[in-house]
Nanobody, 124 residues
């Protein structure tokens, strides 16, 4: 069992930055690939970024490539999402998730555990 708690969301102006954190419980954090997803009002939850268990591989949605960076600190049981050059269309609830896999996972159905989400609002 893994429990995930996101933090770091908030209101920011377009062009600004935020860093989201996701703290995981348990001693097996390094056994999980981690991902970030987002869900805007009235829309499906979609993939944003994912990172492998070791942190050596990452994948990004085209919409955030070059602006967002995912990273993890296995010693702190935490995964991060650094978001730069934010746009109003980045407004959504952001969720972190854990997948019991070796490789980077971009499909939400393959994730085993989810956090409660943190709201990110980007004003124009």
């Amino acid at each position: 069992q893994v429990q995930l708690v996101e933090s770091g969301g908030g209101l920011v102006q377009a062009g600004g930055s935020l860093r989201l954190s996701c703290a995981a419980s348990g001693r097996t954090f390094s056994s999980y690939s981690m991902g970030w997803f987002r869900q805007a009002p009235g829309k499906e939850r979609v993939f944003v970024a994912a990172i492998s268990r070791s942190g050596g591989s990452a994948s990004y949605a085209d919409s955030v490539k070059g602006r967002f960076t995912i990273s993890r600190d296995n010693a702190k049981n935490t995964v991060y999402l650094q978001m730069n050059s934010l746009k109003p269309e980045d407004t959504a609830v952001y969720y972190c998730a854990a997948a019991n896999t070796i490789t980077v996972v971009i499909t939400k159905t393959r994730y085993n555990y989810w956090g409660q989400g943190t709201q990110v609002t980007v004003s124009s």
